[in-house]
């Protein structure tokens, strides 16, 4: 399993660093603020929670932080560049190599098998074929659903869809995990089992990992460091003590 | 994303929505199909043309006349060339002379009247001519029945089919089929047919008194009628004249024996000093040239002796201009029908677009490239139009088979040959695949750009 394992977490070095960055729409005559402003420094290794009620800008600082989205002004600079300055398709290379993304409602691919979702990103990044099955076959192994990679995401329980999920967002070996809501759409059992898979990847992997959540539970349990967002503005930010890794093995299943 | 890959993610794709994409696809091979039917009779009609043309063995031939003969003759060669009464006499000289010139093979009079026959003892008026060795390798001599000339000079005659008919009192009531000239051949082979015809002798000139204003200004010839007898030798199935219209003969004889026989000609009347001299003047000669792409150069060398010609090659180049312009018309008919598929193709990609938005969105959210979903989406067009193109190319050849099948059917009930009227060239089955699939691209082009722009972030929030 040696081969997933992304850089080494080094505390000094800065993976995500964004200055008085700026998303705004128009949405008729008003311009909704969905980021205005914030600056803030992750560093590489660091399990980091986005907290705040809806609306308050959370995914939105996700999206551009994974390259979803562009910047009105200001600068998002993810393991040194500045997303701001690529083209679409920098953008779809750092999407592709830097991170992985984990959604509340999975954006599995309904038509293809679990095995071939997972591998669709190294198709993206024309590996070869024999390859691209090895790889699929331990990162499903990794999150413990090998045995089911030859179903349709419908034959799947929601926790099983997740773990699919997060085994694609592995596949490409990124530093990075960004993970939006990533057990919203979960039992609280089932949210439990994720999340430990989450701090393993963060923990022996070395992945920095942000996720957006409305659960401030969720985020004492996980996070080290909890950042409030209101009206797209940061207004807190913490250093958390979570619980116990130990408590994670326990509920590795 | 390789090529591979964006094939197996394009064909899964259509795959997942097979209905619509199979009915699209349908629409393609209608297209297809019309177009390489529409196409493969247009190339087929000209096939069994050039076919026709070819077999009358006139293709590398060119036929010279004089310009005293004043008829064939277009305007623009009225007034280009010598007046016809100043012009050349076509006679031994200028056989030998073109005989000479570069690619040509052979030159020999056209020797053709019409005379009697009489064969067991009943008269029968046909038209006879008279055919150089080189014919025996005529195709029209194919399907012959007993055997070419022996010599250039035996008194022997080769027979048309129908002029068989006649001679044996067969000939088919208008629908029945035509008798086999095997059948025809056995009855009559090795049988005699005696010929009569005017001959032309010099004459010393009539002790006649020359009357008021009329006088006699030359040497005179006297016309006897003579007798010879032929021995039937060959029966051909094909008509080796069929180009000649209402001038084509029915019975053949060796080119040397007509020659000496000196048959009263047309011409002799209006070339009358030369014929009292007994020396031969011809009405046309036939001039083969060593290869069909030469057949010009040899028709401009003629015509610059100041003689009339005319070739098939001529002929063919109208007949060509004709099909070029009937392929052009029926190419564009066929792809109306493609073009009207087209818009399916677009319809169904837009469709595709809506219907896919979220996975789009995923898959740019886990790296795809703008260009890799263009490009998958531009696969899914192109599989459709290949896929199309080939169906299309089977339904447009099974339309053929079924037309041409149920034209022969007709033809047969009308007493004529089956013909192969269609035909799809190995060219034209490849060209439609390639069309429909350039076609499909072209189609794809709009709706692949449009999934490629598509904005990840809303794409991932549509449900």
């Known amino acids: 399993m040696a081969s997933v394992i992304a850089s080494p977490p080094a505390s000094a070095t800065v993976a995500i660093r964004s200055e008085n960055l700026r998303r705004h729409y128009p949405m008729g005559n008003t311009v909704i603020r969905a980021v205005d402003g914030i600056s803030l420094e992750i560093r590489a290794g660091e399990f980091v929670a986005l907290l705040g009620s809806s609306g308050s800008g959370k995914s939105s600082m996700l999206n551009l932080i994974a390259g979803l989205d562009r910047p009105t002004s200001g600068s998002v600079v993810v393991q040194d560049r ?25 954006n599995l691919i309904a038509s293809m098998t679990i095995a071939e979702n997972v591998e669709l990103p190294l198709r993206f990044a024309e590996i070869e074929r024999s390859r691209r099955e090895t790889m699929a076959r331990e990162a499903l ?36 995990l960004l993970a939006d809501e990533p057990t919203g759409n979960l039992d609280s059992h089932t949210g439990t089992e994720i999340m430990g898979l989450i701090r393993e990847f963060n923990q022996h992997l070395g992945m920095t990992v942000v996720m957006v959540t409305h659960e401030r539970a969720l985020a004492e349990r996980y996070a080290q460091r909890m950042i409030f967002l209101a009206d797209g503005k940061l207004v807190d930010d913490r250093p958390n003590q979570p619980a116990s890794a130990a408590i994670g093995k326990e509920v590795r299943s | 994303m390789k090529l591979p890959d964006l094939t197996e993610l394009a064909l899964r794709n259509l795959r ?34 050039s076919r026709r ?62 005379t009697e026959l009489r064969f067991e003892d009943k008269p029968h008026l046909t038209m006879i001519s008279a055919l150089p060795e080189s014919a025996k390798s005529n195709d029209a001599f194919d399907g012959m029945q007993g055997a070419f000339f022996s010599s250039a000079t ?32 056995k009855p009559l082979l090795g049988k005699e047919l005696v010929m009569r015809y005017a001959q032309r002798e010099s004459a010393p000139a009539p002790p006649l008194r020359p009357a008021d204003g009329n006088d006699v200004a030359g040497a005179s010839y006297s016309v006897v009628s003579r007798e010879q007898k032929l021995t039937i030798v060959g029966v051909s199935d094909l008509d080796p004249e069929s180009m000649r219209g209402p001038m084509r003969a029915k019975v053949f004889l060796p080119l040397k024996l007509a020659e000496s026989l000196h048959v009263m000609q047309p011409t002799d009347l209006r070339e009358i000093s030369s014929a009292a001299s007994n020396q031969p003047v011809y009405s046309s000669i036939s001039v083969r040239v060593k290869n069909p792409g030469q057949v010009q150069k040899v028709e401009d060398a003629i015509k610059k002796m100041g003689f009339t010609t005319f070739s098939i090659l001529d002929a063919t180049r109208s007949v060509r201009q004709f099909f070029a312009v009937l392929d052009l018309f029926l190419g564009i008919f066929g792809s109306l029908a493609l073009a009207v598929a087209s818009i399916g193709i677009v319809n169904t990609l837009v469709m595709a677009i809506l219907e896919r938005r979220r996975e789009i969105g995923i898959m740019k959210a886990i790296g795809a490239s703008d260009g890799d979903v263009k490009k998958l989406f531009f696969t899914e067009a192109g599989a459709m139009g290949v896929l199309g193109g080939i169906v299309g190319v089977l339904l447009g050849w099974a339309i053929g088979q079924v037309i041409n099948f149920g034209t022969n059917i007709y033809l047969r009930r009308q007493s004529l040959p089956a013909e192969h009227f269609w035909s799809v060239p190995w060219w034209l ?9 350039l076609v499909s691209l072209v189609s794809g082009l709009y709706p692949a750009g449009r999934a490629a722009r598509l904005d990840p972030v809303q794409a991932l929030r549509y449900e």
Do not use: C, W
């Not at chain 1, 413990?144 to 596949?171: C, D, T, V, Y």
């Open chain 2, 53 to 114: 043309l070819e077999k009358s063995g006139l293709f590398d031939t060119v036929v010279v006349t004089s310009r005293r003969e004043m008829r064939g003759m277009g305007r623009e060669e009225e007034r280009n060339g010598p007046n016809p009464g100043e012009s050349r006499i076509l006679d031994e000289p200028v056989r030998k002379e073109i005989e000479q010139l570069p690619n040509v093979l052979e030159a020999y009079p056209d020797i053709r009247f019409a």
């Open chain 1, 82 to 106: 500045d997303l701001a300055k690529l083209s679409r398709e920098e953008l779809a290379k750092h999407r592709l190599h830097v991170v992985g993304m984990v959604f509340q409602s999975f």
């Open chain 2, 429 to 437: 089955v490849g060209s439609a695949i390639l069309f429909a699939f």
């Open chain 1, 141 to 176: 192994e990794r999150v413990g659903l090998s045995a089911r990679m030859n179903h349709r995401p419908s034959e799947l329980s929601g926790g099983e869809q997740q773990r699919a999920a997060l085994a694609r967002a592995l596949i490409n070996r990124p530093q990075i």
């Open chain 2, 16 to 49: 997942e929505s097979i209905l619509r994409n199979s009915l699209t696809t349908i629409g393609i091979s209608v297209g297809v199909a019309s177009l390489v039917a529409m196409l493969s009779l247009g190339i087929g009609l000209q096939q069994l043309a």
């Open chain 2, 154 to 185: 035996a008194p022997e005659a080769i027979l048309q089919k129908s002029f068989a008919e006649e001679l044996l009192g067969k000939i088919p009531p208008l629908g029945a089929p035509e008798p086999n000239v095997a059948d025809l051949a």
